[in-house]
């Protein structure tokens, strides 16, 4: 599957946890363009941003939840390449709302999933990437 069409097809679909949030935005597109699905451990297994949490907390953070079926993150955002996993702090002027949350580099800038749709970001705005090819 190409990049553009996964987003695509992403573009319409409403936000919903543990069948279409940040994480499994991510872990779809790496199962879809590779078949091996870093979400198998916990897929399913959730339903609510608080069941969210304490998958994420079993791993001590998002980021390291995606680094124990992805490898080491990169930080250095001029080796990100077009469908890697784009990892970043959530944009919002309360703090308490700054949280990591996953992408996709798409070519110059980061697609993310939020919860009113995707939102572009200019990679300079992500904290790091994982290799997915």
């Known amino acids: 599957m190409r990049l ?26 790496v199962l879809a363009a590779t078949g091996d699905d870093p979400a198998r451990e916990w897929r399913h297994h959730y339903r609510t941003a608080i069941g969210a949490a304490r998958k994420i907390a079993a791993h001590g953070n998002l980021f390291a939840l995606v680094s124990s079926s992805l490898g080491e993150p990169c930080t250095n955002q001029r080796q990100a390449c077009r469908g890697d996993v784009a990892g970043a702090i959530a944009l919002d002027p309360d703090p308490k709302k700054r949280v990591p949350i996953l992408g996709l580099v798409a070519d110059h800038r980061a697609v993310f ?3 009113k749709g995707l939102v572009f ?4 705005k992500t904290a790091m990437h994982w290799k997915v090819f």
């Open 121 to 124: 970001l200019p990679l300079t």
């Open 4 to 29: 553009s069409d996964y987003i695509n097809a992403c573009r319409n679909k409403s936000f919903q946890w543990g069948e279409h949030d940040c994480g499994l935005f991510a872990a779809n597109w």
């Open 113 to 115: 999933l939020a919860p």
